[in-house]
């Protein structure tokens, strides 16, 4: 049971959203309790490999070159800082790690060989590696899962109706494609979306509604809160109440349930108790680590707190799935060898200029 048959339309989505919330909280406990070990939640850690300077205008984004935001541009991560740091995340217990970069797309270039390279290294530490890089091909999620990726999140971030009104630059059909591209390649999906944006009810519902309408729904789907950052077009969003965070993980749950709802963006700004809800409620996963891609989230001590408090463990990785194998990658492999030809060749040159005499030169008298 992918998705629930009891909510298959709107209408009923709607009116479960908006059922008395202790009665939601109820239903989507029992629901979650039928298709998963409610003590467990998956934690997962976010990197940013590739932070700033991009060319969409995504509404929310603090990451939008356009924007005034903090944030500046980086050059992409090196292969090395992003295994010391999938390490780290492993050591404080994270099975997951999700790797994002602020592209509009991918591209067949170097960077994108050093991802390859980096979804090759975090798989061999035996975590469940996830990447956030924007649109993808085919011949791109092909490569991305041979390297051994695991999941591919790609976020719908709002209803189509509610879309155009967050950003212009690319549009809902594009999203849906790459999610496609990743599902026909054999990757484990991860999608959700943003509440809080301005939106209507029936906006988040249909999100949900965009997900129902798909052969195989996503297995994770993360709800964010949006997270109001200074120079981008939502800066003055008013927070949303906790309660709509906890309605709309509720309504996610029971609306699917088989898949892993993630409690993602905001949990800064939500009490203990209401994350206790949030996990009655179904949620199965969290963004672990002080940060999420460039803004802040709970610290790591916080969380194993609250964990403690509530009973809750960290879920093992690849409980939901076997682990990709890693098979060589023709690109990477090739660009190497090159590199490798390159380095022998200019290490003869230099050993040559090395045993060179130089001539002798005399000078004649004083200038
Ligand atoms: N550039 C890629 C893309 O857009 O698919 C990957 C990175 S992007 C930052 C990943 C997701 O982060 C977005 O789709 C959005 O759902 C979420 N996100 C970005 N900024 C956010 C914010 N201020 N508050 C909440 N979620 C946010
Ligand atoms: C998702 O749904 N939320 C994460 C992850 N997938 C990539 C990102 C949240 C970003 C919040 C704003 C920031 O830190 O830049
Ligand atoms: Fe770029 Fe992704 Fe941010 Fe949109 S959400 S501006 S695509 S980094």
Not at 197 to 220: H, K, Q
């Amino acid at each position: 049971m992918k998705v629930s048959q009891d909510y298959r339309t709107k209408e009923a989505l709607l009116e479960l959203y908006n059922k008395p919330l202790l009665e939601l909280v109820f239903e989507a406990a029992t629901v979650h309790r039928l298709h998963h070990d409610p003590r467990e939640v998956q934690m997962s850690s976010l990197l940013s490999i590739k932070t700033g300077g991009c060319a969409e205008d995504c509404g929310y984004c603090p990451q939008a070159a356009r924007y005034h935001t903090d944030v500046d541009a980086q050059k992409i991560m090196t292969v090395e800082s992003v295994l010391e740091q999938a390490r780290n995340a492993k050591e404080n217990g994270s099975s997951r790690l999700c790797m994002g970069a602020a592209w509009r797309e991918v591209r067949d270039n170097k960077d994108f060989d050093s991802v390859i390279e980096m979804v090759q290294g975090v798989n061999d530490l035996d975590m469940e590696v996830c990447c956030t890089l924007g649109m993808m091909n085919e011949d791109q999620a092909v490569r991305l899962k041979n390297a051994g990726l695991f999941a591919y999140n790609h976020n719908l971030d709002t209803s189509k109706d509610y879309y155009d009104d967050v950003i212009s630059t690319r549009e809902y059909e594009d999203r849906l494609n790459t999610i496609d591209n990743a599902r026909k390649a054999g990757i484990s999906v991860c999608s959700g979306g943003i509440i809080g944006m301005g939106e209507a009810v029936e906006d988040r519902v249909g999100l949900l509604m965009s997900y129902m309408e798909m052969d195989t729904p996503p297995e994770s789907i993360p709800i964010n809160a949006l997270v109001a950052v200074e120079g981008t077009p939502m800066e003055d969003q008013k927070p949303i109440e906790q309660w709509e965070m906890i309605r709309m993980v509720a309504t996610t749950r029971i609306a699917f349930p088989q898949s892993v709802v993630r409690l993602s963006a905001g949990r800064t700004k939500m009490s203990m108790e209401g994350q206790a809800l949030c996990f009655m409620a179904g949620a199965s996963s969290i963004f672990a680590g002080d940060k999420l891609l460039t803004t802040p989230n709970p610290e790591y001590n916080e969380d194993m707190e609250m964990f403690k408090i509530l009973g809750l463990t960290p879920k093992a990785a690849f409980s939901d799935g076997d682990k990709p194998e890693t098979k060589p990658d023709e690109i990477l492999d090739a660009r190497k060898a090159k590199e490798a030809a390159r380095a022998l060749e200019l290490k003869a040159a230099r050993a040559k200029v090395e045993g060179f005499e130089p001539r002798k030169v005399t000078t004649v008298g004083s200038l």
